[in-house]
């Protein structure tokens, strides 16, 4: 197991003891974080759209609320209605908060700051502008975007710590609990009905351009009222990824890489891109975070006598 | 509707890289023998003004069609160096950030001419690669290449452009 003991964050994460490898240019873990600052600047730029400015912002947010438990509900009501109040003014303000957390992880000085902001930022966008995800609600699907970008954004932020590496257990551990959760998500009754992912499948394609909308289309149709099929399908699939990382370096590596198809085939056919092109998407939503995340898990390559290479 | 206040505020910040281009280029004299090249400055120079025209319409004082010329001699002109400097010195030497900025503010006017743009998805693609491009300088910029002032001008159009770009999809 220990020849897996590698890399959220590029392998200096599981890895045990201080990592020696020569500064030759950014590592795998640099890399990542790039990756992850990049995808910061993108949310920035998407909320600054110009639907941003509108009410319909706040009223996106405050739809979030519905389902969730009144201690859940109400400070997302308060926050959405405020929102609406003070549309141009509150969206400036968080479209700057998410292109400074974009900037200010790409520049290394500022990295930790700002990687220990989004934290706390992703944390207050999951509860206040995804209503967790939907978790308590008993809808959340994971081909529309469960558990939440938000959530996401913090756990990679959290794997991607530049100082001392996570402890690989609880970063494996993390990862479980992730896709199990998932596993879980995908078998529950709103999801797992016969014509459930068909029905949500088919509504993706509102207000997406043509080719989009034919793929989501198709894709409903190919499912059709299986349903029940697919769930335990995803629900095994995301259940092979989840040990995964408890495997020996070869099937380690195999689940990984399902589990980047997995985060593709969810991004492009269960999110629409995130609805990216439909207008109107604060974030790109799980897909491309899962990916991310899968490949903050990839094993550092381990010949015998190697020292720490990426 | 975007607030124009946002708009102006860009655009300030495309007029503060076009003054900073324009002091270089002219501080570097390339009229003199020995001066140093400002291919670099002279095109932050025309696509900051050329931002500026996008973003605030007021000041739009050039035609379309002539910053269109412009920009695809511009391209060109990368396309070539681009060619000339892989050859000589491989792919290290590719003005990557340059052709990315000139083709995404080329798509930026031709886009503009027909709304809606018949190829939103593009105006996405660039505006992940030029946001990716910035993110990318700053690192390096981090290390200490290359230097600030022409890291931060390229992290400002950038930016700007993929907002333009964003805002214009």
Same mark, same amino acid.
């Given at each position: ?8 964050? #590029? ?19 640099? %890399? ?8 910061? !600047? ?25 389902? $969730? ?20 003014? !509150? ?10 957390? #974009? ?70 551990? *993390? &990862? ?5 959760? *998932?596993? &879980?998500?995908?078998?529950?009754? /709103? $999801?797992?009905?016969?014509?459930? !992912? ?16 034919? *793929? ?18 995803? =629900? ?7 040990? #995964? ?10 689940? *990984? ?7 593709? %085939? ?5 999110? /629409? ?11 790109? $939503? ?25 | 509707?975007?607030? /124009? ?19 270089? =280029?002219?501080? =570097? ?11 670099? @400055? ?16 007021? !000041? ?24 000339? @400097? ?36 593009? =105006? ?23 230097? %600030? ?21």
């Amino acid at each position: 197991m220990s020849e897996i003991a590698v890399v959220a964050g #590029g392998r200096a994460a599981w890895r045990d003891g201080p990592d020696t490898a020569p500064d030759t240019g950014p590592d795998t873990r640099r %890399v990542l974080q790039l990756a992850l600052a990049g995808l910061w !600047l993108l949310d920035a730029l998407l909320q600054y759209q110009p639907m941003m400015f509108s009410k319909a912002f706040g009223q996106t947010l405050a739809a979030t609320a519905d389902g $969730n438990p009144g201690f859940i509900a109400r400070p997302i009501t308060w926050d959405a209605t405020l929102i609406q109040q003070h549309a141009v003014a !509150l969206n400036v303000v968080f479209a700057t908060i998410q292109l400074l957390l #974009g900037l200010g992880i790409a520049f290394r000085p500022t990295a930790r700051l700002a990687l220990a902001a989004s934290v706390a930022w992703s944390a207050g966008v999951w509860w206040f502008g995804e209503g967790l995800g939907g978790m308590l609600t008993g809808t959340a699907n994971p081909v529309t975007g469960a558990p939440g970008a938000a959530i996401l954004y913090a756990l990679l932020a959290v794997l991607l710590w530049p100082a001392r590496p996570a402890a690989a257990r609880a970063a494996r551990a *993390l &990862w479980l609990v992730l896709w199990l959760t *998932l596993a &879980w998500l995908a078998l529950q009754p /709103a $999801n797992r009905a016969p014509r459930a !992912l068909h029905d949500t499948l088919a509504s993706m394609g509102s207000g997406e351009p043509g080719r989009v909308a034919v *793929l989501e289309r198709d894709a409903a149709a190919v499912i059709g009222g299986h349903g029940l099929a697919a769930s335990i399908v995803l =629900a095994a699939a995301f259940t092979l990824v989840a040990i #995964g990382v408890y495997l020996p370096r070869p099937a380690a590596l195999s689940t *990984l890489v399902l589990a980047v198809a997995i985060a593709v %085939v969810i991004w492009v056919i269960g999110e /629409a891109f995130g609805m990216i092109l439909a207008g109107g998407a604060t974030d790109p $939503n799980s897909g491309p975070l899962l990916a991310l995340l899968a490949l903050a898990y990839w094993p550092a390559r381990t010949a015998p006598g190697e020292g720490r290479r990426s | 509707m975007l607030p /124009a206040w946002i708009l102006d505020a860009f655009a300030a910040v495309m007029l503060a890289v076009a003054a900073v281009s324009a002091a270089r =280029a002219a501080a =570097a004299r390339p009229w003199r023998r020995g001066g140093t090249a400002v291919g670099t @400055d002279v095109a932050h120079l025309l696509m900051a003004i050329a931002m500026i025209g996008m973003l605030t319409g007021s !000041l739009r004082a050039i035609p379309v069609v002539a910053w269109e010329s412009a920009l695809s001699v511009l391209m060109a002109w990368f396309v070539f160096r681009a060619g000339r @400097d892989v050859r000589t010195r491989g792919l290290r030497a590719l003005p990557g950030a340059h052709l990315l900025h000139c083709a995404a503010m080329l798509y930026m006017f031709l886009a503009a001419a027909q709304q809606p743009s018949r190829y939103p998805a593009l =105006a996405y693609a660039f505006a992940l690669a030029l946001a990716g491009y910035a993110v990318w300088d700053l690192d390096r910029l981090s290390a200490g290449r290359p230097s %600030v002032v022409t890291a931060g001008c390229r992290t400002a159009m950038g930016v700007t452009m993929a907002f333009m770009l964003i805002a214009m999809a």
